[in-house]
């Protein structure tokens, strides 16, 4: 019996020394998990930190790139601008260098190559070349575009509503735009160009008639699927027009770049693209049924005159540009300094026809160079993994009414976003 005993006891002591094992072993894997998960936790808390630092930076550099790009606009408008007359006409533009420029502010090997090209060591000019991460600006003028505002508001029969309108309709008028207005829209409807530039015009003005019409505006928006009601107020935003009836994707791609909702109403020559300077040739051409208003002719009459304005640096004056159309090719053999029937065979353009102009309408519509009014401004950071963007419009003549900012004299955002 003792013997019996014994054994027992000794088979109980085996057991324990298991269940003893088994415990260890539970509490290492729990403290192993544990502490993998401290470690886990504490690296993500040490990346988020140094995405929150590195996030604060980039915004503070992006900001850097805003302020640096004011500096370069009073620049233009304190020094540049009042001097024109000494650059021979020249439209110089410091912005047109600013991706130069901000390489100065960008990194230490920026500034040194800067400083060297004007002879300055820059080594001991304080705030030049950034220490961490990088950033880059754009600046754009708006002034060569069509303001989309100028058919707007109370009074829809002034002239510059009626100056809009005609630009409008003749933007839209080349044939090569025809598919666009015979197809159906991505709603299954149909609109010709008349009912296209009513209903711009009818969404940004004040009223509930329909513009050139004694008919009320009805143009359905609240019949289809995402119902709405007409705006009878100002665009916001360019991709406001989407809205408007007639406006689909390829009305956008094809006229979209054209367009701004910032500015005067009087488009500067020497920044319009392609389609906004056939137009003005289209609005005011002496004699609407010129035969060198034919799609063919109007469209290489408007690359030469882009031409010229390369080659010339933008035109000094308005008899200038209106010589560009009326006389293209004695214009182009002036700035090109060649023949440009290709007949030395320097030139690819061929012949072409001027069209002659109502110079008088068409110095009403337009500006050629001097001082640029509203920019759109591009600046954007990176530091380490952390990318931002700021998106600015400012406008020069703006003037604020907050009365902190009113004494500052003009110059003011009208757009901001932070992506």
């Known amino acids: 019996m003792e013997r019996l005993r014994a054994y027992f006891r000794r088979q109980l002591r085996v057991r324990e020394r298991g269940v003893a094992l088994i415990s260890v072993l539970v509490i ?28 604060l930076r980039a915004h503070f550099l992006s900001r850097s790139g805003v302020n640096l790009s004011l500096l370069l606009l009073r620049v233009q408008q304190r020094i540049i601008d009042p001097n024109r007359k000494f650059l021979g006409g020249m439209d110089l533009q410091i912005a047109d260098y600013a991706p130069f420029l901000v390489s100065a502010f960008n990194s230490k090997e920026g500034a040194e190559m800067l400083g060297s090209l004007i002879g300055v060591d820059s080594k001991g000019i304080q705030g030049l070349g950034v220490d961490v991460g990088s950033f880059d600006l754009e600046m754009e003028s708006l002034d060569g575009k069509l303001n989309l505002n100028c ?12 100056r809009f309108a005609a630009s409008l309709a003749a933007m839209m008028l080349p044939t090569r735009y025809n598919r666009i207005f015979e197809d159906q ?66 009305f956008m791609a094809a006229f979209g770049d054209a367009f701004s909702v910032y500015g005067d109403c009087k488009v500067n020559v020497n920044l319009s693209d392609p389609a906004l300077i056939a137009a003005l040739i289209l ?63 320097k030139s690819s353009l061929p012949p072409v026809n001027g069209v002659k102009l109502n110079q008088s309408a068409l110095q009403e519509a337009v500006t050629v160079g001097g001082p640029r009014r509203v920019w759109r401004i591009n600046a954007t950071a990176k530091v380490g993994r952390i990318q931002k963007k700021i998106i600015t419009v ?21 757009y901001w976003r932070e992506e």
Request: charged letters at 25%; proline letters at 4%.
């Open 151 to 162: 058919g707007g508001g109370i009074n829809t029969g002034s002239p510059t509503v009626t």
């Open 283 to 345: 609005q005011h051409a002496a004699a609407p049924n010129d035969p060198a208003l034919q799609w063919q002719n109007l469209s290489l009459l408007t690359r030469y005159v882009m031409h010229i304005r390369e080659a010339t640096m933008g035109f000094p004056d308005f008899k200038a540009f209106a010589a560009a159309i009326e006389e293209p090719m004695v214009e182009a053999a002036k700035a090109y300094s060649f023949d440009p029937t290709g007949a030395q065979g």
């Open 28 to 55: 290492l894997a729990l403290m192993s998990t544990a502490a993998a998960e401290f470690a886990y936790n504490t690296e993500v808390d040490l990346a988020a930190a140094s995405n929150a630092r590195d996030d």
């Open 394 to 414: 400012w406008d020069s003549k703006y003037v604020s009414m907050q009365s902190s900012k009113h004494n500052l004299g003009p110059g003011g955002f009208l």
């Open 185 to 250: 829209d991505e709603s299954g409807q149909y609109s010709d160009r008349l009912e296209v530039m009513r209903a711009i015009i009818d969404w940004a003005d004040q009223d509930t008639v329909m513009y050139g019409s004694s008919a009320a505006e009805d143009y359905r928006y609240n019949a289809g699927k995402d119902p709405y009601e007409s705006k009878n107020q100002y665009f916001d935003t360019v991709e406001e027009v989407r809205l408007v009836k007639g406006v689909d994707d390829a």
